[in-house]
């Protein structure tokens, strides 16, 4: 069975169906490509068929390229991997073109064979790329369809003609969204942008219609035709010139220049929007192919797409388990954190008991769900009757006798264990003897929290990140006693919730925290040493974090590092490191500089809340060092500071596999994404550059920079953290 099909019907109608076999959704293959170009061949050359008319057998057109068809076409080039690539990308070209083309004489413009794509729903990537080069494009009225070029978001940019054949048909600005920022639209949406020609009720039925109808000037696009001119203009025409200016001002705001592939693309429609058409299509595969040979595509696919699925379709779930899927939840803790984690389940279909220390307490974290779909109606992506059906799903009380039913619960009271303990005692006494506990700590250790548990087999930490509808990680953390039931119930849960998941062992402050606090706190003490800092958030901002440290520490609030600072303290006794970070963190928090909760913090801000600058008082006490330190060496501090916390998580077992540490990381506080992740990182630079930098940092910084062993055993052996590591892998060993 192949993944296209093709009948012919008496009218002279050839439609060919697109179903790969044994998946849910169209993905392109090398071998597809081949059934394809042959398929339009035969439809061509056959003088009874009139029109073509290209179609889906699945709810939804298309998904995009199988990414193991261009890692094959660089294996299958041996040493020359960019050749293979770029003739692998051009042979795609081809094929593309001669639909678009449809065999007519190029010269005259006539002769052709219309050909029209009926998109049943989603089109994405390559999905959406096929229909560009046919003639007129029919999507379904369908509301829950996407149609975009997304590719931008997992380290390339649409290379299958989309991007030039986009700016062609829209011009560069119009494109921008859909190309530089991977946007996605229903397609309704899509048609009053001009990337799709037609919405209807039945788009087989409309293309078939449109096809046996078409005259020879409807099968010619606008720039095969004489006197074309590009919308908005070309980068010599005035307008254009404009237009191309703003975009790189745009992308470099946006990058910081950490990202490689937005500046490829603007490159390929640059240069290629100054070309005839053909040549611009051969300008598209050469960027292509060099962002392909760029190892931070390879390392973004493989972290945001390949693991990122694997992850979310329970690659590290406990074999064995029947399905764990939750139906009533208890959620512990009605403030911000619970309101947020109701909302999530109740917008999953579960059933939800929000408790707090009284009524009018845990009214008001369910009254976080209604602000919340009211702002989802003014949007006009949500309605009253929406609204409802949520609330109606969850129950705000004080009464713990209400969660009897529940299958799952988690807690989200004060981060006191004493409170938590007793808290799990009460409720553990009401609750079903099969229901999981688990905990949304941030920083406390699971095993410890478990001992007031009866059941520590069935108690487990479930870790989210605020704001919880917006964050795409949770962190589910195993006890010592933690056993697999409760695992996979941690798991099912997330997967319902739409999130990724990551499993760590227990440790003080998990995996997550574990890297951001030393992170934050080098920014911290870089700037007690005299350097700006606005110079040390634009070194995190350069490296492709979204907002710099600092930022962050006044986002997340400065007395939570005050109190986290405290915490771990009493907890390691003589054991802690003192640091000038702590300091700086303490002397903000007496003087009410809290941050922007406080309207006051390492910014100021104006009364409704909108930052105006970095705050002159942390000059004015830490006045600007002689001599600033190199950029590369705050980049440095501020990356090693991350990664080495990574390696010990790996080393001591916290973490087992690397595709939760790259994928955790980038979702959970935005490391660098163009870099895949922590141990990504660490193979761009190479184990044994790695080493030599913690020695030169550790020499110049402090101890808190020294190699680790696993890290220093890899340069000896000259060893990667994927090669090391494969998928399967459980420990550091």
Same mark, same amino acid.
């Given at each position: ?63 995009? @390229? ?71 494009i029919f999507a379904a009225d369908n509301a829950k369809a996407k149609i975009g070029l997304p590719e931008i978001m997992v380290g390339i940019f649409p290379g299958a003609g989309g991007t030039t054949r986009l700016v062609r048909k829209m011009g560069a600005m119009a494109a921008s969204p859909f190309l530089l920022q991977g946007q996605l639209v229903n397609p309704k949406k899509a048609k009053g942008a001009g990337i799709i020609d037609e919405v209807v009720e039945d788009p087989i039925a409309a293309a078939r219609d449109w096809v046996l109808n ?8 606008? &720039? ?148 919340? @779909? ?34 799952? /619960? /988690? ?11 007793? @808290? ?92 951001? /606090?030393?992170? @934050?706190?080098?920014?911290?003490? /870089? ?87 970095? &705050? ?10 002689a001599e600033l330190p190199a950029l590369q060496d705050v980049k440095d501090r501020l990356m090693f500071a991350q990664v080495l916390e990574a390696v010990r998580a790996l080393e001591e077992g916290v973490v087992e596999d690397i595709r939760e540490g790259d994928v955790g990381a980038i979702l959970a506080w935005g490391f660098a994404p163009w870099t895949g992740g922590p141990y990504s990182w660490l193979d761009m630079l190479g184990a044994e550059y790695a080493a030599e930098r913690c020695d030169e940092l550790e020499a110049a910084y402090g ?31």
């Amino acid at each position: 069975m192949t993944d296209f099909t093709m009948t012919k019907d008496a009218e002279g109608v050839a439609t060919i169906t697109w179903d790969c076999p044994g998946k849910s959704m169209n993905v392109m293959s090398g071998e597809a490509l081949i059934v394809l170009s042959d398929l339009i061949d035969d439809a061509l050359a056959d003088e009874a068929v009139k029109g073509i008319v290209i179609t889906s057998a699945k709810k939804d057109f298309a998904g995009g @390229m199988d990414l193991n068809v261009l890692a094959k076409m660089k294996e299958d080039a041996g040493d020359e991997p960019a050749r293979g690539l770029f003739e692998g990308i051009m042979q795609m070209h081809a094929l593309l073109r001669k639909i678009e083309l449809a065999g007519m004489d190029f010269k005259t413009k006539k002769g052709g064979k219309p050909i029209a794509a009926a998109l049943p729903g989603t089109a994405v990537g390559i999905g959406l790329e096929l229909p560009l080069a046919t003639h007129r494009i029919f999507a379904a009225d369908n509301a829950k369809a996407k149609i975009g070029l997304p590719e931008i978001m997992v380290g390339i940019f649409p290379g299958a003609g989309g991007t030039t054949r986009l700016v062609r048909k829209m011009g560069a600005m119009a494109a921008s969204p859909f190309l530089l920022q991977g946007q996605l639209v229903n397609p309704k949406k899509a048609k009053g942008a001009g990337i799709i020609d037609e919405v209807v009720e039945d788009p087989i039925a409309a293309a078939r219609d449109w096809v046996l109808n078409a005259k020879d000037a409807d099968l010619v696009k606008p &720039w095969d035709a004489k006197g074309y001119k590009m919308p908005g203009g070309a980068p010599y025409h005035p307008m254009g010139f404009q237009t191309f200016v703003g975009a790189s001002a745009m992308v470099n705001a946006n990058t910081n220049g950490a990202f490689p592939a937005p500046k490829a693309l603007l490159s390929a429609v640059y240069e290629g929007a100054m070309m005839p058409f053909d040549t611009a299509l051969k300008i598209e595969a050469r960027w292509f192919t060099h962002i392909l040979m760029n190892p931070s595509s390879a390392a973004m696919i493989r972290s945001l797409f390949l693991n990122k699925e694997a992850l979310e379709k329970g690659a590290v779930r406990p074999k064995n388990i029947p399905d764990q899927s939750v139906k009533k939840v208890g959620v512990l803790g009605a403030g911000m954190m619970g309101a947020g984690i109701a909302l999530v389940s109740a917008q999953a279909g579960m059933q939800v008991v929000l408790i707090d220390r009284d009524q009018e307490a845990a009214d008001r974290g369910k009254s976080y769900s209604a602000s919340f @779909m009211d702002k989802g109606i003014k949007r006009g992506k949500a309605t009253p009757e929406k609204k409802e059906a949520l609330l109606n799903l969850i129950t705000a009380t004080p009464d713990l006798d209400q969660l009897a039913g529940c299958d799952l /619960i /988690i807690e989200a009271v004060f981060e006191d264990p004493g409170v938590k303990a007793e @808290m799990t005692k009460k409720v553990e006494a009401i609750i079903p003897e099969d229901c999981i506990f688990a905990s949304n700590t941030s920083t406390l250790p699971i095993t410890g929290l478990a001992q007031a548990s009866v059941r520590p087999e069935q108690f487990i930490g479930i870790h989210f990140f605020s704001p919880v509808e917006k964050m795409l990680l949770v962190e589910i953390i195993k006890g010592q006693k933690t056993g697999d039931r409760a695992v996979a119930k941690a798991l099912d849960y997330v997967r319902q919730i739409r999130k990724t998941p990551i499993v760590v062992n227990d440790a003080r402050f998990f995996y997550c925290n574990r890297c951001i /606090i030393p992170y @934050m706190n080098e920014a911290m003490r /870089i700037v007690t040493e005299g350097t700006p800092a606005a110079m040390v958030d634009h070194a995190a901002q350069q490296l492709g974090f979204p907002v710099g440290p600092i930022q962050l520490t006044d986002e997340t609030s400065i007395d939570l590092g005050a109190k986290i600072a405290r915490a771990t303290k009493a907890a390691m006794g003589d054991a802690y490191p003192d640091s000038p970070s702590d300091d700086l963190i303490f002397w903000m928090e007496e003087l009410g500089r809290l941050g922007r909760k406080s309207k006051a913090g390492f910014f100021d801000y104006d009364e409704n809340g909108k930052r105006l600058g970095y &705050w002159q008082g942390i000059t004015e006490k830490f006045p600007a060092a002689a001599e600033l330190p190199a950029l590369q060496d705050v980049k440095d501090r501020l990356m090693f500071a991350q990664v080495l916390e990574a390696v010990r998580a790996l080393e001591e077992g916290v973490v087992e596999d690397i595709r939760e540490g790259d994928v955790g990381a980038i979702l959970a506080w935005g490391f660098a994404p163009w870099t895949g992740g922590p141990y990504s990182w660490l193979d761009m630079l190479g184990a044994e550059y790695a080493a030599e930098r913690c020695d030169e940092l550790e020499a110049a910084y402090g101890e808190r920079f020294k190699c680790p062993e696993l890290l220093r055993d890899m340069a000896a052996k000259g060893q990667s953290f994927y090669g090391r590591f494969n998928p399967d892998a459980k420990t550091a060993a």
